[in-house]
């Protein structure tokens, strides 16, 4: 599961580039096709400076992959309820803790991948519209499988961003909410992302999040 999600976050790494703190007006299709080799291009050529140096990565992720992700909608998506009536700067504290969990968690696992040839996008299917789409893609393995690993986007001022990742059908989102949510409403919002930037709230990854569900609206 690390590894795949590493996969994941150099997709959309990858599709920051140049265009980082500009407008993005590329569709989520477009976005995830262009950036699997661009990333690659950055991996294979930075990987034994990555390697000796994995709080280098941690950084570069950081830089490069935020401004694609829109952090304040995941945030609320994974509060849900608990999140409401916070305040913006209670927001903002909470998003940013988030936002170390997963480029802690999972950038190490980028180092992985080696080859755009693993990824595959998919046609796109199902439910979109000019607001919200899913982009399915699917992971080549080592044992020949593949797994699929799924983006949901929401059309924003500045453009497409995504909001959550789903790795063979488990929602980081609806993951990170069933077990973030509850604590949140018993101990308070600002315990919490204290705890998260402490490193004292571990987020398991395996049956918390939902199979194939899409996340509630905040």
Not at 106 to 111: E, N, Q, T, V
Not at 117 to 142: A, H, S, W
Request: glycine fraction near 8%.
């Amino acid at each position: 599961m690390k590894t795949l999600a590493g996969i994941a976050l150099i997709i959309l790494l990858g599709a920051v580039g140049a265009r980082a703190y500009a407008l993005d007006e590329r569709d989520p299709l477009t976005i995830i096709e262009e950036t699997t080799a661009q990333i690659l291009e950055t991996l294979n050529a930075r990987r034994e400076e990555f390697t000796a140096d994995p709080g280098l990565l941690r950084a570069v992720v950081r830089e490069d992959l935020l401004p694609l992700i829109d952090l304040e909608y995941s945030a609320r998506l994974i509060l849900g309820k608990a999140g409401r009536g916070l305040g913006a700067e209670q927001l903002s504290a909470f998003s940013n803790a988030m936002s170390d969990v997963l480029i802690n968690r999972y950038a190490d696992g980028l180092l992985e991948f080696r080859s755009d040839e693993q990824v595959e996008v998919l046609p796109i299917k199902g439910n979109n519209t000019d607001k919200l789409t899913r982009i399915r893609t699917r992971i080549k393995l080592e044992n020949g499988g593949f797994a699929p690993v799924d983006y949901s986007f929401r059309k924003t001022p500045d453009g497409w961003k995504a909001f959550d990742v789903m790795v063979e059908g488990i929602s980081y989102v609806i993951t990170f909410r069933n077990q973030i949510a509850p604590r949140v409403e018993a101990e308070g919002i600002d315990k919490v992302t204290a705890d998260i930037l402490a490193g004292n709230l571990r987020i398991e990854e395996d049956g918390s999040g939902e199979r194939d569900a899409a996340p509630a609206q905040p």
